[in-house]
T-cell receptor
Framework: AQTVTQSQPEMSVQEAETVTLSCTYDTSESDYYLFWYKQPPSRQMILVIRQEAYKQQNATENRFSVNFQKAAKSFSLKISDSQLGDAAMYFCAYRSYNRNDKIIFGKGTRLHILP | DSGVTQTPKHLITATGQRVTLRCSPRSGDLSVYWYQQSLDQGLQFLIQYYNGEERAKGNILERFSAQQFPDLHSELNLSSLELGDSALYFC????????????????FGQGTRLTVV
């Protein structure tokens, strides 16, 4: 069974600085998707960024980018120019490509932005 | 707006009671997922339906059940409620995989906050 591990329960970063959230996963599959979801205080789940395992190029969405290391099964999220609105819980998630299967979430990292 | 609608938004009920949570997926999405999020916890996968049929099951209690109807909306039934069932229950939907489809992520509703007193 696939697992997703986020080893940092909480992190803090100064406004305008850069922060990296870590995620590792375990799978025997070769095709899959990885995601980072953001959950602000409103509790809404918001997709931040998506990575397809077959793509070597790291995904980027504005200030958000990932470092995808397939061999190491690592998928970190980098937030540049941190803003107060980035304060939230961030979840790393895995989904198998070959079946329309459930999305498995890590336990999350709570990110604090310091003004 | 994700396009996934969950009702009700809030629900307060007593222990021992039964409640039904409803989810309408995005138009065209055949898969529906249910997740439970207890206070300051991660999302625990409960169950997945695909086009009316159960596709995957997580750590769903026997007191809980779900179904997906022909119009693709889904209901999660929680019975013999206990204090520990108080949580935020999310429904999510996703498109069917077809080739390297771009739509691979699940879209989440705003959740139903259940409080058992």
């Amino acid at each position: 069974a696939q697992t997703v591990t986020q080893s940092q329960p909480e992190m803090s970063v100064q406004e305008a600085e850069t922060v990296t959230l870590s995620c590792t996963y375990d799978t025997s599959e070769s095709d899959y998707y990885l995601f980072w979801y953001k959950q602000p205080p409103s509790r809404q789940m918001i997709l931040v960024i998506r990575q397809e395992a077959y793509k070597q190029q790291n995904a980027t969405e504005n200030r958000f980018s990932v470092n995808f290391q397939k061999a190491a099964k690592s998928f970190s999220l980098k937030i540049s120019d941190s803003q107060l609105g980035d304060a939230a819980m961030y979840f790393c998630a895995y989904r198998s490509y070959n079946r329309n299967d459930k999305i498995i979430f890590g336990k999350g990292t709570r990110l604090h932005i310091l003004p | 707006d994700s396009g996934v609608t969950q009702t009700p938004k809030h629900l307060i009920t007593a222990t021992g009671q039964r409640v039904t949570l409803r989810c309408s997926p995005r138009s065209g999405d055949l898969s529906v997922y249910w997740y439970q999020q207890s206070l300051d916890q991660g999302l625990q996968f409960l169950i997945q339906y695909y086009n009316g049929e159960e596709r995957a099951k997580g750590n769903i209690l026997e007191r809980f059940s779900a179904q997906q109807f022909p119009d693709l909306h889904s209901e999660l039934n929680l019975s013999s409620l206990e204090l520990g069932d108080s949580a935020l229950y999310f429904c999510a939907s996703s498109v069917v995989q077809s080739g390297r489809a771009k739509g691979s992520e699940a879209f989440f509703g705003q959740g139903t906050r259940l409080t058992v007193v």
